[in-house]
């Protein structure tokens, strides 16, 4: 059985996602470079590992559209 990639996932696997520590991942965020996790239930706070996929892939830039690469 294949498995189901995650949706959310916490600050361990989302510093992983961009081949970073989580001291690292979590400067990062403080600084505002990436997006602060959700909250999705108390105590439970997740990244959307899709906006970290596009963040990575750099899809996620607002305004370079009309860039030709």
Same mark, same amino acid.
């Given at each position: ?13 989302? *510093? ?6 989580? !001291? #690292? ?6 600084? @505002?470079?990436?997006?602060? $996790?959700?909250?999705? *239930? ?6 959307? !590992? #899709? ?6 892939? @750099?899809?996620?830039?607002? $305004? ?6």
């Amino acid at each position: 059985m294949s498995r189901v990639p995650p949706f959310y996932v916490n600050e361990k696997n989302a *510093a992983a996602l961009l081949d970073m520590g989580v !001291a #690292e991942f979590r400067s990062h965020v403080e600084a @505002g470079h990436l997006p602060r $996790g959700r909250e999705i *239930a108390p105590g439970a706070i997740r990244w959307s !590992a #899709e906006a970290l996929r596009m963040i990575g892939n @750099g899809d996620a830039v607002e $305004g370079m559209g009309g860039v030709q690469w």
